[in-house]
């Protein structure tokens, strides 16, 4: 064998090693931090730059690095769905219950907020379920707020479409979500809110009412039509 043969033999060999251990790290790492879908300043004043720094950069980014440290444990983790991850949720232990609620709760939770004026409304669709439910749009908001609000310690409120096709609002602990076959109210989420106090504590310190006021604005409507469309069509 000659120089050049010699060469091009060890780079193809090379290159396919590379190939394998690329392969071989990503079934270590199946999970990724989503890029936001805005800039971290874009939610200001409601959501300053610092909390969504911290919120999406250090919170979001361990679930998802203790998610992956899991996979070792529980290698069927690496080739199935996070969403499918939360509907068997009981098939695991506490640290992927919590990794893999933080990260589906956030990679959903950042797609529901866009800047103010590029939000949209409530489809006619989903504005005659909420108003069907709960007697007015207001009235809505009011009790999601409410929800929200009294939430004790950490965790989310949720606007969910039930098996039957109605609508509810249910609220979850710490980084539980409707999907987990553990929670006691189950159903498809639409909308969103976080609140452990990491979301908002920066900025409006214990004052959580203030938070939920100023984060209606942000909610990204074509983001929750499309989502409740989706759901009303799988029923």
Known sequence: MNRHSLKYVLATTLLALSGI??????????????????ATNALEPAIDAQ?????HGRHHKAYVDNLNA????????????????????????????NNAGGHYN???????MAPVGQR??????????????????????????????????????WLIVKDDGSLAITTTA????PLM????????????LDVWEHAYYLHYQNKRADYIKAWWPLVNW?????????AAIKR
């Open 120 to 157: 949209d409304m409530p489809s006619p669709a989903l504005r005659s379920r909420l108003v069907e439910t709960f007697g007015s749009e207001e009235a809505f908001r009011t009790k999601f707020s409410e929800a929200a609000t009294k939430l004790f310690g950490s965790g989310w409120a």
């Open 21 to 38: 251990a690329s392969a071989a790290d990503a079934a270590k790492t199946p999970f990724t931090l989503p890029a936001l879908p805005y």
């Open 70 to 97: 899991k996979v070792k444990e529980f290698p069927a983790l690496a080739s199935t769905s996070l969403e499918d991850i939360q509907r068997s949720i009981s098939r695991y232990d506490t640290a992927v219950r």
């Open 106 to 112: 956030h990679s959903l939770f950042w797609t529901l």
């Open 174 to 177: 710490n980084q539980d979500n």
């Open 222 to 230: 074509q983001q929750v039509n499309a989502r409740y469309d989706a």
């Open 51 to 55: 909390t969504m720094e911290i919120h």
């Open 181 to 192: 076959d553990v929670v006691a109210e189950r159903g498809t989420p639409v909308l969103a």
